[in-house]
């Protein structure tokens, strides 16, 4: 995954892009690179529907490009620059493809949520960028593709998942990619905290809100993936990104429930010891590791105090608490197709429960249909994947609005 030898001199100056630069992740990593000024500056940025935020990013870190969805957003944002800004302004698909894959950028940032994120990513890998992966979709649906890419174009590939990023931190430095048997290990382990219905009963699910299902008790993120948290559904795409980041077989990766989240995940080896990744639940810790690898830098993040800490506990996630869980890993198994639709159905079925059209439990029910139907396909291109994943999503849609025809509220 990572070769540490083609690593670029990390006290030189980096230029970076940081695509989905108004979310959560893009957020904290503004935070960090405002920390160092002299090793790090934003060549672009980019923003789904923020633009008063894409606005205030501009002010204070002057990036030369800002990549946004249209010609009418872009419109909008140029009303918010300064009469005299000399940023350009860039629209679409394309524009993401060009901030992260422009020759002066030298580390970009992969932060944007879902599918959209997958072509700017497999753009700054074939440019051979220093690629900080937060976009985890992009695993998820090009797997085998996009890490033969990694390696054909000489990119660099860290992951920023604080699962990822734990586990990366706890391999040996001469990790041999798809062979961790030649380094001693048994298997990963994937922490989870379970979300805000941890301890809920199953039969509770069909009723709670999309507020509630937003509520982590641990971490502060965005609405889709704090759903994706609350149906596991997230850690199911974590357990299929850590098998093609890793290049780990299904049967040597475990989820555990930490409600704590306190260790973030941890390598089991062979001769009996675990290393964990541990530290305050914070996303600038592995943003910062991963900006500043192999060195380490400030990130902001307190030191974790251990008189403070409550009992670390663990358990095992349960199939009829966290259905989404299980099917995900299931899908790892079945291929690429599999995964490309539990993706696709997700991303629909989330969306639908966020806009109250559908209730939390039929976000299961969507995607094992999707799943079930649409695993069979052998994908063999980017254009395969992206044709697969259209096709998945309209029949989640068309599932979506079977329910909502059936009944009009939950």
């Known amino acids: 995954m990572l070769d540490t030898a083609s690593l670029q001199d990390t006290q030189q100056h980096q230029s970076i892009t940081i695509l989905g630069a108004t979310g959560s992740i893009g957020t904290s990593t503004l935070n960090v690179i405002a920390m160092h000024p002299k090793r790090y500056s934003v060549y672009a940025i980019s923003g789904h529907s923020q633009l008063h935020k894409l606005a205030k990013i501009a002010e204070q870190f002057a990036p030369q490009v800002i990549a946004v969805n249209n010609q009418e957003d872009a419109l909008t944002l140029a009303s918010l620059l300064p009469h005299d800004s000399t940023i350009n302004i860039c629209c679409g698909e394309q524009g993401l493809i060009d901030i992260a894959s422009h020759k002066h950028v030298d580390t970009v940032m992969s932060a944007i949520v879902g599918a959209a994120g997958l072509l700017p990513t497999l753009a700054a ?97 965005g609405r889709k993936i704090s759903v994706d948290s609350a149906s596991m559904m997230n850690k199911g795409l974590e357990f299929i990104e850590a098998k093609w980041l890793f290049g780990i077989h299904e049967d040597n990766i475990k989820v555990v429930i930490h409600p704590q989240s306190t260790i973030h995940s941890m390598v089991q080896y062979k001769d009996g010891s675990v290393l964990a990744q541990m530290g305050n639940p914070d996303m600038r810790t592995p943003i910062a590791h991963a900006l500043a690898y192999p060195q380490r830098i400030e990130s902001g993040v307190e030191a974790l105090n251990f008189f403070e800490q409550a009992n670390f506990t663990f358990e095992a996630p349960e199939p009829e608490r966290f259905p989404n869980l299980f099917l995900a890993m299931r899908a790892s198994r079945l291929g690429q197709a599999a995964t490309t639709a539990l993706n696709a159905a997700n991303e629909i079925a989330v969306e639908a429960f966020l806009a109250e059209q559908i209730c939390f439990t039929d976000i299961f029910m969507v995607n094992q249909a999707v799943v079930e139907q649409m695993h069979s396909p052998t994908l063999n291109s980017i254009e395969d994947i992206l044709s697969h994943d259209a096709n998945c999503r309209a029949l989640a849609s068309e599932m979506v609005n079977t329910i909502i025809s059936e009944a009009t509220q939950c």
């Open 125 to 221: 890998v074939k440019a051979g960028k220093k690629v900080l992966l937060a976009n985890k979709e992009s695993l998820v649906m090009s797997g085998e593709l996009f890490m033969d890419a990694v390696k054909t174009y000489k990119a660099t590939l860290i992951p920023i998942d604080s699962e990822h990023n734990a586990i990366f931190q706890c391999l040996p430095t001469n990790y041999e990619y798809a062979n961790p048997n030649a380094s001693g290990i048994s298997h990963l382990l994937l922490t989870a905290s379970g979300g805000p219905f941890r301890e809920a009963m199953p039969d509770e699910l069909k009723n709670v809100t999309p507020d509630q299902a937003c509520a982590h008790p641990n971490w502060d993120m």
